[in-house]
């Protein structure tokens, strides 16, 4: 890279910073009195939606109190939004809010396949007052990222809906203002024309290309650490192609839809991945990105095996976790080693899980366990998180939060799982070196000869001889069963023979198979996250698990 080159884009960090740091002052101000800043935050999105067919059928207008708020708008969700989206999505004016919807983005839904979530001007601010002070955070704490490139994990879509959506769906710096864009496009290690590719295959060849020609690489957010990790093993199964793109510097015949795309070429990147063995391992990491200072990722809950996993592959590098975001909006970031709640951005309600009562933020106490419930400029009123946080301690007056796992617990026929019992387990199994295991299934009966079940999918690890895999498995599901048993409830379903036999199932490609699952269920491919816990639904479940010995018990055929 030339002087010149590395000179831009150490003063287009900088401007970057500068253009961030307003923000994070922001919310360290408004941590100093908080009932007024969520008071505001709360007036405004009144402003906003006051006059449309939500307002309306709420009883709000711009002045509005608080206690009336909660008293007229219920604890909503998605379905209870559904048909105001659809109705919006048609053409219907004012309907959610009196502003103008930029976007629909998709997530995956638990009763419908795809949920879209409406984002509007405003609504793209909120989120901004989220990424501006952590963006402002990152360069202080990590000095590395100043200069160099950046990689941040587009917001990936299904193939088969590409086509059907605008370009700024499959490109999260859509979400900042444009004068933020500017700044950040020209420090991005791959560029936002990516998301034009027709299909995601395409898109992570190209994004492969593009990390790999980028030397300089100080900076990488991913959502999912799997992710990361995906992306290293398509690296590892694809050496030979991208090699010989980075020779070339044009894109192989089999991908036609990235024809218009400019292609990277790197004859320094294209040797060293010549010179490789072929091993995705911490020598070739160093080797192809001796200067990556940060990697961004999940690292809590049923995420951290897979953070720790993926550090490992980069130890020249420092980590550093993600907050609590989703499709819906924003909960929490990393500041200062902390994760704060983004009082700047959405309103904020709270369930304590314990009493069950609904509390405002600045009524927070450390050590609750609590479910947010967010108030947002798209005009979804009071939308309960299927999250569980824990107060962990405050900046100023502003909570801050751990997260603990989702609320999603499973009960196939009254058995009662939790996340929390998956946990647990997983990290039970996770002590035998021959497994890694991914997550706990509920399994509903597929025929009337079936009973529902619980597997325990697992990834085979280089110690298994695949030889020993049936015995590994009829032995572990024992364990797995006896595991189980501990809890009442699952006991007491086993024993009235409402339950079958739980298995371990281990699979050479266990993640392929978890994320082809989800992506079938509608979720985005880069924002797939490991559950601890959830119901295979909608679909057959491949078990060719050994049958463990039922001891008095009966198994499922």
Request: glycine share 6%; proline share 5%; charged share 20%.
């Amino acid at each position: 890279m030339s002087v010149i080159s590395s000179l831009i884009g150490r003063l287009l960090h900088q401007a970057s910073y500068y253009l961030s740091h307003k923000g994070k002052n922001t919310l360290l101000e408004g941590s100093l009195n908080v009932e007024a800043t969520q008071t505001a935050v709360l007036k405004t999105l009144f402003d906003n939606i006051a006059g449309s067919e939500n307002a309306n059928k709420h009883g709000i207008t711009s002045d509005t109190t608080l206690k009336e708020y909660q008293k007229q708008v219920p604890i909503t969700d998605y379905e209870y939004w559904q048909s105001s989206i659809s109705r919006q999505q048609q053409g219907n004016d004012f309907v959610l809010t009196k502003l103008d919807c930029e976007r629909y983005q998709p997530t995956s839904g638990s009763t419908s396949k795809i949920k879209w979530i409406p984002y509007t001007q405003a609504f793209l601010s909120e989120l901004d007052h989220a990424i501006s002070p952590w963006v402002a955070d990152l360069y202080q704490q990590y000095p590395g990222v100043r200069k160099g490139k950046h990689y941040w994990s587009l917001s990936w879509v299904p193939s088969d809906l590409r086509n059907k959506l605008t370009t700024s769906i499959n490109n999260d710096l859509q979400l900042l203002p444009w004068w933020k864009r500017l700044f950040m496009a020209g420090t991005m290690a791959v560029p936002e024309s990516i998301s034009l590719a027709e299909t995601s295959d395409e898109s992570f060849f190209a994004t492969a290309c593009y990390l790999l020609s980028s030397r300089d690489l100080s900076f990488i957010s991913v959502w999912s650490p799997t992710f990361g990790l995906s992306l290293l093993e398509f690296i590892q199964d694809h050496k030979i192609d991208l090699q010989q793109t980075l020779t070339q510097g044009h894109w192989p015949d089999k991908y036609p839809g990235l024809k218009n795309i400019p292609c990277p070429r790197s004859s320094e990147s294209a040797n060293i991945m010549a010179q490789w063995n072929g091993k995705a391992d911490a020598n070739f990491t160093k080797a192809i990105w001796p200067d990556l200072a940060l990697i961004s990722a999940w690292d809590t809950s049923s995420s951290k095996i897979w953070a720790k996993k993926l550090h490992a592959l980069f130890p020249h590098s420092e980590f550093q976790g993600k907050g609590l975001w989703a499709t819906e909006g924003v909960i929490s970031i990393p500041i200062n080693n902390k994760y704060p709640l983004t009082i700047n951005s959405h309103f904020y309600e709270f369930e304590d899980l314990e009493t069950h009562e609904i509390l405002t933020s600045w009524q927070l106490i450390a050590g609750q366990n609590v479910r947010p419930i967010i108030s947002s400029g798209n005009g979804l009123l009071r939308y309960a998180m299927k999250d569980h946080l824990r107060v962990t301690s405050f900046i100023n007056l502003c909570p801050c939060f751990e997260f603990i796992g989702r609320i999603d617990g499973t009960d196939l026929v009254g058995e009662k799982l939790s996340p929390e019992v998956a946990i647990q387990l997983i990290n039970q199994f996770n002590q035998f070196d021959t497994i890694t295991p991914i997550t706990l299934i509920a399994i509903p009966a597929q025929s009337e000869k079936e009973k529902p079940r619980y597997s325990l999918l697992c990834s085979a690890t280089a110690t298994l001889i695949m030889s020993d895999k049936e015995a590994t498995e009829h032995h572990l599901s024992q364990r797995l069963e006896e595991q189980l048993c501990e809890h009442f409830h699952y006991k007491l379903a086993r024993e009235l023979g409402q339950l079958g036999h739980a298995k371990i199932l281990i699979k050479e490609n266990a993640l392929d198979y978890y994320a082809q699952h989800k992506i079938d269920q509608g979720m985005v491919k880069g924002n797939i996250k490991i559950e601890p816990l959830i119901t295979w639904e909608n679909a057959p479940f491949e078990s060719k698990a050994a049958e463990p010995s039922t001891t008095g018990m009966e198994s499922v055929r």
